[in-house]
């Protein structure tokens, strides 16, 4: 795992010590099916099942430090496919709250991060697009699925001074990573880097 580090993400501009660090200590292979396990380490996504996928490496480190932690925030996360993106963040965070559509990803999810002892990471079956009111609001969101837009009520759920980090685009088209910045009641967005994520899954889209 720190090959893969100093190579994949080191060497890209990941900088966050702490972020690097969470890499480092949560190995991939673990929330990877047992097919995908020989590329466990490779700076790729590799499917998970169900028409889903682990996000690479730099990626999940990259939407990562984008999020600027700190260890008393509260995080929602839309997409929790194997749970590989919610244990990196249950390493920097107080609490992690991530939703999955599908349900045996979910499943699989709780399985995995209970096998491992993440004891802050709580996960629930549902339409990501709502987010989840009852826990809000969230210093951080990430979603790990590209949208048409911006759900409105994941906005709502952004504390003040929170960030948020998404993919936005077409399924088959550009996608870019999308920071929001709420800041005085108001959103400011910066489009970062072009992505490829799979489709948001979401009655609302």
Known sequence: MRDMVDSQLVSRGIKNPQVLQAMRDINRSLFVPEPEKAFSFDDTPLSIGWGQTISQP???????????????????EIGTGSGYQAAVLSELVSQVFSIEKIPELASKARINLNA??????????????SGWEKHAPFDAIIVTAAAPFVPEPLMNQLNEGGRMIIPLGPERGTQYLVQICRNNKTYIRQRLIPVRFVPFLSRNF
Request: hydrophobic share 35%.
């Open 116 to 129: 491992n002892n993440f004891e802050n990471i709580t996960i629930k079956e549902d339409d990501g697009y």
């Open 58 to 76: 730099y990626i999940v480190a990259y939407m990562t430090e984008k999020l600027q932690l700190k260890s008393t925030h509260r995080v929602l």
